[in-house]
């Protein structure tokens, strides 16, 4: 197995710097700006006092999540897709991922019937926006979750535990933590790793963009993801404590 | 660990009795009905002699998928996308799934300037219909190559093998093969495996639907997932060899 | 007038061979594959327990009816339209005709207020599909009726009596009846007829596609359609008492 | 069979007041308001030296239509299309019919590889603007044609001869020629006849609103129509000569 | 300052010949239509008994506009917008125009919860449509009004006074009034002005096509709308006198 | 008149504290974030080279801008326009201002076939977002036209001058410069200027919210606009030679 160079001489199992800044807008009741190296993501979470058709009257709320992109956090300009008319398939992938992953750690009977929507909008992108995205959203909501709290209107918190993300993948044969963009595009193997506190698994997405991988690469590739996801449930704690 | 009881007394690890009828329409260059139990997906490969933008000029082909749903395919009647006026998020999930699993074994250098199109409709649905879909288009997929060959469009093949899919959850704790609906919609997790012949991964997608789910679960999903889809892969090749 | 050879030396007055297969799929209340020759149309009716916003309040029920065509249902690979986001004109004419056609046999203020919602989906063409869907929707909707009736739903049938149709036209100058893919693409006129079980008409649309018809014509086209309807209503009768 | 009482003392098979105004607007090469009685629809053609996809490169030209209404052409104020986002069933069904019934009096190869667009608008409703379109778009279409005679773009006419159409119905039991919209809403069957100079059918569009009608009834329809294209042509011939 | 020459020695302060006809079509409450020149708009005014979510239950009514172009209103042909399945950016923006300049004029308090639902349509344009389109409206909405009066609808008229609108536009270095079509494309600065009977600013929207303008022009367009809308309050206030 | 008493003792002819940032992002060709007190908008200039279909083969480039406003920006969360599937008119009314507004200072022809797409990302909202985007929105097109300088894509530049805006108002009697939010909703009268930096109008979009405005009124806003954008211009020279 030859050793990949990565940027910054990084090694194989490392995570790209990691800044979460809470506040980062004035409006949301949750407001996170994270970033994964080179990778911003400006997540939101949004209280509102009602909840959507399947839950009327269950006496439990809801969690969801939109994501996008700017058109220009790409390296050449994208679409904007409300100028398109439409989401993409990807958008709508991401961001059904990442209301499943905040709802994993939701108790929605203790939520009440109202709607704690994440919005999750990638300023700049180096790969990883949507790991960056539910890391950071995890952030917002528990933010968002504390004003209720303050504010008398919960009593107790549904959030469980924590939840984080994290990519993982094979480049070039070597399976590395964290891909940046240079390395997304040129891999194999591509997966996307959501876990709890915990250390157990609520999203696990494989995909071999080039070669099928084996049992041992994906072991390989869950171990990295289970240290990764540790590290930055800490940093997500360091920053709530703050 | 309690012991779940499946209908028709299938155990843990057993697939359901699947079907698959090749030629099941008359104009599709592959045609297949497959089942798995009650779900029933006709999923066609349709020879086009031009690809799409991002190959032209390249010597390249393509291969992609479309997926639907009739309405009353279901239980309950859904409604009809092309009336909506949009595809849901969950069926361009799948399409991409689909489009991809079938990428993985085709050489598209070898295939030629041509687009194999995939549709898989699903015409009755009891769980697991993207899993059948994708083990039914393989088929499909190999028809359309056999006549490509026989007509001389194609000197060699352009797939590399065989592909398959089933889906795996644990259902009350005990960890099931080859889901069906009341299953699905019970399960604490669900997991999408697509491999090749070979015995390699090419997408994984779990979800804790519940709690989430541990290291230990996850293995031995991935075991019931191999046993499954090695015995899906003989199924196609007697098919293809009928 | 010279005499048009028809494929499988069927006479100019004769239906091709018509299967009719109830129970085709298990959810919907009314579930019927019909054929016309390599035409094959799967109809279902589903009954729903609300009306449309224009018969809230009304004590009347409705029936409507959507169609669609597999995308590899023709010869050619046709767009899907849930893809393309808006169904074409010639569909919502199919599906309109369809509706009304049902209607004419209903008596809505005895179906109460609930809706049969009429899904005709062509899984293979060859020509005729709209009076294949029509002919097999009525089939499909009786089951729904004798199901409601069953479960004490309904204490009558709000049903007047069976509605069937044909296409007939003329090619190369021969009045034909029935017509498949190869003589309506090379027809000159083409008109289809729906008419009760009574022998009365309940739509009649004629298109001079070429030359346009005499009177004449036209009284040749409508008896060959009043032979082939009737028939056709043996069949569905026939079908129904299995 | 009770006797209908018209307005205006109109007799069965009496056409309203018609009045033909050419030259309704400057911009457009044929530019006509028709009225049927109330009805007013302004009908223009306009000239593109290009034609669509599927004619590209024959040699031959097209003849197409689209139809609109004002929202308060009507009774009571109807969604305006452009802003719902979409046309309704019924507009496409309209100017698909107007379109045919155009490229039935036109030999498209003698036209060149041009298209002549038809718009048909309706200002004021009150029954039969579909037919009143046809009758207008026609004459709109003569005057167009006259302009591309006359700049020398052609040598001789690509219009075979005229074409008209007009609605028929049972009212209260009386076939009744060209209906107005109070009578249209009351009628049990209605019928769209378009007819050439000649007196040949371009096409029939039959439905019974409400009960079947016979053969009979059928004939009698038949009969009123040809009585009122008949009357129409001449009209449109006076129109133009004048 | 050389001065532009206009069609018909029209004076750089004149208004083209304004023409307005009450009562143009029958089922609208008020229906106008209006000519400025060649450009010729119809405007109705529809009243309905409701109000839109925002004003509900709030004992306001509501004032609105929608606008649209007939395909051949111009010199060469545009797509229908309803075909198309959008409003242009360009129609936007002048039917919330319209509605602003209205409501302007109008005590929603005392037009209690309905809605005067104004539409503006493009017969024929010659330059100016949005500025006619706000002359005419007035009138339009004046006689829905007064229909509401003598109905018993409303005890007192909701409306505060005349509303109108001109284009005002430096061509070629001269300031003029009302532009015409020639006039408007070959324009430097194009300045809509929308001014109560008071001679007080509602909308002012001017654009330097193609040099920016200086601060004694816009003094001078400003002297020109003020003396058109004048007169256009005048011919206002005589049509509805008629 | 009263004088209104604005935030942080603000003087009435005086600008909200501004901030702009260049190079706020990574990828685009130029990149700013600017601020108007607590308004921040990201304003990016990419280069394309090509340009859209009126401008092919003219030898002239394009300027054109997209807007947006991520939904949490303001105070209450507003529905993601890419997921309601149209930008609303209002989006569509400033994009459309800005891409005039840039330009106005942009000679086409000397900018070669190519095109500056700016946009415009509102990330958080308080008044004035379509004035900062415009004043933002100069800076970044300089950026990226110093770099196309720079690399020898251009030898000389195709700005002719600088461009700004500021909104002024009407609020409970005192003419304001730079509105934010709680003065933008309470306003009379609402302006958005636009100027070149010689100090000549480019676009201005005055509205009566409330009462109509008088010309002494006008008068005074147009001043204190001129005294704001001169100041602005200031700060992007300042900002440019940093």
Redesign the interface.
Known sequence: MTNFERSGRRAADQLRPIRITRGF????EG?VLIEFG?T?V?C?A?V?EKVPPHKRGSGEGWVTA?Y?M??????T?GD????R???S?????I??LIG?SMR?VFDLKKLGERTI?I?C?V???DGGTRTAAITGAFVAAQDAVTKLIATGKLSESPITGPVAAVSVGIVEGTPLLDLEYVEDVGCDTD?NVV??G?G?????????EG?????AE?DEL?RLA?KGIAELVVLQQESLAA
């Open positions: 807008t004035i409006h949301a407001s080179q911003r400006l939101t949004s509102e939109e996008g700017l058109p220009r956090a790409t390296h300009r904007r897709e409300a100028a008319g439409k989401q398939g990807r958008t709508q992938e961001q059904r499943r994993a929507q919005d909008d300023l700049q992108a997966m876990m709890t915990a157990h698994f609520v999203e696990v997405q494989g995909t071999a070669a099928a991988f084996t049992r994906m869950l289970e």
